[in-house]
């Protein structure tokens, strides 16, 4: 049986990056996954911490987004490595919510964003779900230790 999340409000709604998991990670106190995500956007500069501090995740992925801002010039290749150390920190902080993912089994874990094709599956379910493989990839990372 495949694992569908999306909204914050879903059975495994702690899989979403805004569910509200906040961890520790390069020093620094982040209140969500999204969080942490979008300020990496803008590595060494005031916006990584102006993003780490607004209030609510849908306020950090927005300024994440903006292309005002000087998006660091290697990201698409530091991305996934990127989510994947968040992802890990959130569900290894956690011990709710990494029982909860180990208790997927082997169940394949997708992100049913309908207008997502790279984190998600979108909405004809041809997306890469990349968050869904890295969900599935930590969860094999916290069941080897």
Same mark, same amino acid.
């Given at each position: ?15 979403s ?10 020093d ?12 990496? +956007?803008? *590595? ?5 911490e ?6 609510? $995740?849908? @306020?950090?992925?927005k ?8 998006l ?21 902080t956690?011990?709710?919510? +990494?029982? *909860?993912?180990?208790?997927t ?5 997708v992100?049913?964003? $309908?207008? @997502? ?10 997306g ?18």
């Open positions: 049986m495949t694992i569908y999340f999306y909204h914050t409000r879903d059975q495994y709604a702690c899989f990056n805004f569910s509200p998991h906040g961890f520790i990670l390069d620094l106190y982040w209140s969500t996954s999204e969080h942490y995500f979008q300020a990496q +956007k803008f *590595i060494d500069t005031h916006h990584l102006a993003i780490r501090l607004v209030k609510t $995740p849908r @306020d950090a992925a300024m994440g987004r903006q292309r005002t801002r000087p660091r010039s290697d990201w698409e290749k530091v991305k996934d490595d990127i989510m994947r150390k968040a992802v890990l920190c959130k569900f290894s956690h011990i709710d919510i +990494k029982e *909860i993912l180990l208790s089994g082997d169940e394949e874990i992100e049913n964003s $309908p207008i @997502d094709f790279y984190w998600g599956c979108g909405s004809d379910g041809s890469k779900n990349m968050l869904g493989q890295i969900l599935m990839e930590v969860r094999e990372i916290i069941r080897l230790n």
